[in-house]
């Protein structure tokens, strides 16, 4: 899975639970989730709640290698 956060303006500890749990699950199984385009507030908000390593962060399309 992985959810382009281009457009997310705004996330609080409830938006960031409901990422995690996903990665949670995913944790168990051969999935991974990975998160595409981090807006400054989620990035912060992984790093303050020590939560960054439970996604492999990706860069948006547009500085991504063809």
């Known amino acids: 899975m992985t959810p382009d956060l281009e457009g997310l303006q705004f996330c609080d500890r409830c938006g960031l639970s409901a990422l995690l749990a996903p ?3 995913a944790r168990g199984e051969v999935a991974e989730i990975h998160l595409r385009t981090v807006p400054g507030v989620l990035d912060r908000l992984l790093r303050l709640f020590h939560a960054d ?3 492999s962060i990706e860069p948006p399309a547009s500085k991504r290698n063809p």
């Open 23 to 25: 990665a949670k699950a």
């Open 53 to 55: 390593g439970a996604f």
